[in-house]
């Protein structure tokens, strides 16, 4: 079973539609995208819009559950062909963030105090491609960040500063953001309507203790 929620409440993120989201530019000093993959994207949606705006407030502006994959993969699946295993689609977390109060870095290294990046393709009882752990990269300097995060997390689960974690190797996979397919409205912040229901992610460590040095 996964890890019931606690506590309850309105998430500190814009709330909207799956259009309106996507409808949100990138300006330079106001927005930027962010995308994870690290298993059940109803964990990875609650750990940012909630978790990373108690760490970090006003950093996350707004988040929206979905599927990205390679270049390849067919357009527009749905919820149950994912999770077929069969699309080559991932189950991912989308951020807009605020620049100003939070950088990728930060989100980067939140990403992996939160699922088991040793575990490739699973997380828990979620088993399958579907469940991966993935940074997509929207460009050069997130490629760069993203791999240095993974690379510095790599060291310290090395050494023994980190022991979260079920193996010892991180398997977390760096790749290209591609286009990015909303889920039905019914999976947008699924934890935020339901706060016990089911998630599979748990605060292994504070990132701020432990990568931030």
């Not at 760490?55 to 994959?69: L, Q």
């Not at 749905?78 to 870095?105: A, I, L, M, N």
């Amino acid at each position: 079973m996964g890890n019931a929620q606690s506590g309850g409440g309105v998430w500190p993120v814009k709330h909207g539609s799956t259009k309106a989201f996507q409808a949100m530019a990138d300006k330079d000093a106001d927005v930027a995208t962010a995308t994870f993959g690290a298993g059940c994207y109803w964990g990875t949606d609650k750990y940012y819009a909630q978790d990373m705006n108690v760490e970090k407030p006003g950093a996350v502006i707004a988040t929206s559950v979905g599927f990205m994959g390679a270049p390849t993969c067919a357009p527009n699946p749905t919820y149950r062909q994912v999770c077929s295993g069969t699309t080559g689609h991932v189950e991912v977390c989308q951020v807009k963030y605020d620049p100003k109060h939070v950088t990728y870095e930060d989100l980067c290294m939140h990403f992996y105090t939160f699922h088991d990046p040793t575990t490739v393709n699973r997380q828990g009882n979620d088993s399958g491609t579907q469940y991966a752990s993935v940074v997509f990269v929207h460009d050069g300097d997130q490629r760069v960040t993203a791999e240095r995060v993974k690379d510095k997390v790599q060291t310290l689960v090395s050494s023994g500063a980190i022991n979260a974690f079920s193996g010892k190797t991180v398997s977390t996979g760096i790749q290209d953001a591609t286009t990015f397919y909303p889920a039905e409205e019914a999976h947008q912040k699924y934890l935020e309507k339901r706060p016990s229901g089911y998630c599979n992610h748990r605060k292994r460590f504070r990132w701020c203790d432990i990568l931030v040095k």
